[in-house]
Each structure stands twice: as C-alpha cells, then as structure tokens.
C-alpha cells in the first residue's frame, strides 16, 4: 500500500503570512498530486492539482511538486482566517485512485 | 450540475446492528468510490466501482462490509454487524471515466457513531 504522510499539526500562522505545507510519497511511479481542504464537520474540496514538476500557482495558492524527492507542498500567501482547516495531501493509486495522506491542521490566527 | 448525493446524514446504532448508506454520483459519472474517515484521519478508500464492476475492494473488511452498484449509477453500502471501530464518515466520490485524473468531488458524507 502506497504511503503518503504529511505533518499533523497544527500549524500556526498569523494572518497576512505564507503557510507552508508539505507532503511526501513513497512510490516513484506517483503522477497525479492533489490538494484538498476539509474544514471541520465537511467533506474535503479541491483546490489544486499538480501534475508536472515545478511550480503551479492559482490565486492565493501555489502548489510544488518534486518528484525526484518525492515531496509536493503548497503554499498560502496572504492567509486569512477563513483559511483554516485540514489540508489533505492525495496522490494516484497506479492510476485507479488515490491515497490520502493524514492531513495537516492549518490554524490563521487574526 | 448537482452534486454527489448521499443519505442518511447521520445515523447512530448499536454494536452488532446493521447499517446501510446510499449514494447517488453526478450524472454520467462511471466511477464511484466509497471512502472512510476516521476522526483525525485521512480517507481511506473502502471500494471503487466502474459502472457496476469493482475495481479496488482490497482495502475493504469483507467479513462485515459489502458494496453494490447494481444499475451502474446508485451504490449502497452495508455494515453487518458494526463495531466500535466503525464509527467514520463514510465518503462517496464520483468522477468521469477513467482514475478521476481531474480530481474526486466528494458528498457531504454520513458520520455513522457505533455505541
């Protein structure tokens, strides 16, 4: 079973800064990368998908893929309180599904 | 387009009872996925169906879990008899055909407690 881990948190960052989220896989094959955000009590969401190594930004938030070490990130600039939830780290499954790492907890603090 | 549906929203039971949830995908999705989220956990893929045939059950607790889809568009899932360690939200995903390279879109899900 492939693995995804990411750190649980929380993490705390003031209102205005870059929260800095990261995620590692264990399988080199992986092609597919996904970022959802599930706050509490919902379903997760969607919010970004990476595909290539380098960078892919989309407003506020840019997601980093490095295949090579086996590690995507994203990042929020700007966070802003509404901001705050669990951020899943999701990678490809030999193409049929994903495997969802633990989640991060992001906490923006007014 | 409406979304995933899913029902009940909350269902609480006993040990030993049965249980069963229902998902309805978006219109024209061939792939549904039953996902389970334990508290403080990332969702772990139960089963994935495309149209009525399952692709991945390996995840899935075959000795009290089932999963059906028969007409290639609503699936159910049943727990018989639940246990403590059931209490989840069980998460259905839709997506177009293929690995859902575009990403899942996710119901609202059912939070099941076991007492």
């Known amino acids: 079973q492939k693995e995804v881990e990411q750190n649980s948190g929380p993490l705390s960052v003031p209102e205005g800064a870059i929260a800095s989220l990261n995620c590692t896989y264990s399988?080199?094959?992986?092609?597919?990368f996904f970022w959802y955000r599930q706050y509490s009590g919902k379903s997760p969401e969607l919010i970004m998908s990476i595909y290539s190594n380098g960078d892919k930004e989309d407003g506020r938030f840019t997601a980093q893929l490095n295949k090579a070490s086996q590690y995507v990130s994203l990042l929020i600039r700007d966070s802003q309180p509404s901001d705050s939830a669990t951020y899943l780290c999701?990678?490809?499954?030999?193409?049929?599904?994903?495997?969802f790492g633990p989640g991060t907890r992001l906490s923006v603090l007014p | 387009e409406a979304g995933v549906a899913q029902s009940p929203r909350y269902k609480i039971i006993e040990k030993r009872q049965s249980v069963a949830f229902w998902c309805n995908p978006i219109s024209g999705h061939a792939t549904l996925y039953w996902y389970q989220q334990i508290l403080g956990q990332g969702p772990k893929l139960l089963i994935q169906?495309?149209?009525?045939?399952?692709?991945?059950d390996s995840q899935l607790p075959k000795d009290r879990f089932s999963a059906e889809r028969l007409k290639g568009v609503d699936s159910t899932l049943k727990i018989q008899p639940a246990k403590l360690e059931d209490s989840a939200v069980y998460l259905c995903?839709?997506?177009?055909?293929?690995?859902?390279?575009?990403?899942?879109?996710f119901g609202s899900g059912t939070r099941l407690t076991v007492v």
């Open positions: 999701a990678v490809d499954n030999y193409g049929q599904n994903f495997v």
């Open positions: 169906f495309q149209n009525n045939g399952v692709v991945d």
């Open positions: 399988d080199r094959g992986s092609q597919s």
């Open positions: 995903a839709s997506s177009q055909s293929g690995q859902g390279y575009f990403g899942y879109t």
